[in-house]
């Protein structure tokens, strides 16, 4: 019986462990396959006979295309084979990404990987073993129990691999930003770093494959399916635009609610995000409540951030996330309860913060509606590629690696030349030529149409538009990507994370003498203060041009004059004239009372708390008056030499200021600085100047504390 068994199923069980050998077809296949081409490498070769055989022409025509389409430079004898190869492959990802399900195929998992390959040893002349191009081919791509035993092991999985059948990180952000959905050009280099954090900066196959099929069937699919569950079941609780797609959702589940705090009330419910705002169902009796919209799209001066939650309004875990804007009168807390640490309020805070960066990059630069589309598609896909890494490989960002394009170009230095960068790429989504590189036939000399990448990789993912289809057929997807070109999004990014370094080590240690603190109120004493300076800045901010000018010009004039002098005892006489003024009229009257709105009633546990928040905020500002303090004695001990130079020439410089012009030009020049820098002619520049100044100030390091406890004898004495 049992050599019955095992004659049956022989081939079944040797399968498991051997590989499949060519047969007689595949030879005579073979024969038939596209002619190679010389100055390309064996696996080079094989990556372009599958792109010929995508694009349905021959190697020879693809590069004869090249030969005929692009300028001298790009194809110079040291980088020919490259750039060629990059040709081919730009083209045939290019139409594959047109196919509604091309994420699910294998092969193109397996096509992708391979163009890495081939890209890091394309000429023939290479060093690198052609055994690769075999070896790495017949590896297995689709098999879940591979993978997953795979990444069985904790962070050590990756060390093992063959480095030679491993991609490096210039190969990856060359090729995988051209299908839009897989990397963003600002954001690859972040990823590749968190697809390899434990393989020593290099991607292996299995890691690649298990990345784009949570991206396909957990997120993209998942995503699609939650949002037409969503709608069917909350048809009259959430109304939403046509254009508005919901990214996620939260607290469907008993065991992971979502409270929302407001005030000292406190309500379980499901959290809904789209790319235009945030929905909260309440939970009521069995069934759910009419959303309420917080709005994300809109300037109403919101603001997210992480912030503290707990019963009665209790400032305790550190579990939520706080939304304000104008439209609310009090602030809204989101709690997302977990046992361990807080990754759902991180995770929700990040992808939150991506939409609403997202709109005000829009808002800043006046982005029309094809531009408009394309940067929030963008924003959508940076998210769906979070959610993938975070649940396959179970990452979370930090503050300089985040996945997120808005969010990294918030956290990085200089990263407001990222968005100036993306905002000018953007400004040629209309009519462009279709001569370089394009996804199309070979016949290139045709003007054609440039329609946004990331709203058509959303569109053939499934994420269905009327706007979209009505130009999906007519229009040709250029991507960021550049054959033999770097792209001057990534020429910013490369430049903004020079100082991404000297930022993190500045700001270590800073967080060595720093403790938690919370914002504060004063106030109601300096009422009438606080009017006139408000006033002031009314002026200041040219809202009213007019006034402002004017208050400018006199100003202006009265400080050429010297005037100014003589402002403070003209504020003592005009105090002394009212109170002399009202002496006289009043007659003996009664003065009317001062109306002073009373703060709620407090019990004692409020009270505490109170006082409690109070201590932290004193607390924080001299944690942050220390903070200062010590950076500036790094700068007098010149532990940062650069920045001590510098900061020694400027000194040198207002010192000579101060000894030869006469103190009215420099008061007026003062003057003329900050009260104009809201000016709608200097707001940018103003803008970056004070971006720089803050970005030079977290580079400077602190100077090290060292804490001597005293001595536990002399506390007895």
Known sequence: MWENILRNHHKSLKSLFHRHKPDADATDDSANSPKPIPQLSPLANSVVARCSKILGVSTEELQHAFDSELPLGVKELLTYARHLLEFCSYK???????????????????????????????????????????????E?????????????????????????????????????????????????????????????????FL????????????VMCRVIKNSKNMLASSAGNLQLAEEEIILDVDGTIPTQPVLQHIGISAWPGRLTLTNYALYFESLGVGVYEKAVRYDLGTDMKQVIKPDLTGPLGARLF???????????????????????????????????????????????????????????????????????????????????????????????????RILETLSNSLTNLTAVSGKRDSPRNI??????????????ALFCLGFKSKKVADICEETTVIGDMRVGEINPLEVAVKQ??????????????????????????????????????????????????????AFLLLTCYMILRGWIQYILPSIFVFIAILMLWRRHFRKGRPLEAFTVTPPPNRNPVEQLLTLQEAITQFESLIQAANIILLKMRALLLAILPQATEKVAVLLVVIAAVFAFVPPKYIFLVTFIEYYTREMPCRKESSDKWVRRIREWWVRI???PVQLIKPDDCKKRK
């Not at 094809?370 to 890494?389: H, P, T, W």
């Open 92 to 138: 045939a990802l290019h139409k594959l990404s047109r196919t509604s399900d091309y994420l699910s195929d294998k092969e193109f998992r397996r096509l992708t990987y391979d163009m890495m390959l081939a890209w890091e040893a394309p000429s023939v002349h290479t060093d690198h073993p052609t055994e690769t191009a075999s070896a790495s081919k017949d």
């Open 140 to 204: 297995t791509s689709g098999d879940e129990d591979e993978a997953s035993l795979f990444y069985s092991t904790s962070t050590n999985m990756a060390l093992q691999v063959d480095d030679k059948k491993t991609v490096g990180v210039e190969a990856f952000s060359r090729i995988a930003p051209v299908c839009v959905p897989i990397a963003d050009i600002i954001t690859v280099h972040n990823l590749f770093d968190a697809l390899t954090s434990s393989s020593g900066r290099r991607l292996h």
């Open 207 to 218: 890691v690649y494959d298990k990345y784009i099929r949570y991206l396909d069937n957990q």
């Open 318 to 416: 550190d579990k939520a996330v706080m939304y304000k804007s104008t439209s609310i009168a009090e602030p809204v807390y989101f709690e997302f309860p977990e046992f361990k640490a807080n990754l759902r309020r991180d995770y929700w805070l990040d992808i939150s913060l991506e939409i609403l960066r997202a709109h005000m990059f829009i808002r800043k630069y006046y982005l029309k509606e094809a531009q408009k589309s394309e940067v929030l598609a963008r924003a959508m896909l940076g998210i769906f590629r979070y959610r993938a890494v975070k649940e396959a490989f179970k990452f979370f960002s930090s503050h300089y690696k985040t996945l997120l394009t808005f969010n990294l170009a918030e956290a990085l230095p200089r990263g407001d």
């Open 443 to 456: 016949d290139t000399k045709k003007q054609l149409t440039m329609s946004p990448a990331s709203v058509m």
């Open 496 to 549: 903004s994370l020079l100082d991404t370094g000297k930022a993190q080590a500045a700001q270590a240690t800073v967080d060595q003498v720093k403790v938690e603190g919370i914002d504060t109120n004063v106030a109601e004493l300096l009422f009438p203060v606080i009017v006139s300076a408000n006033r002031l800045q009314l002026l200041a901010s040219w809202k009213d041009f007019y006034r402002s000018t």
């Open 701 to 703: 390091p602190a100077a």
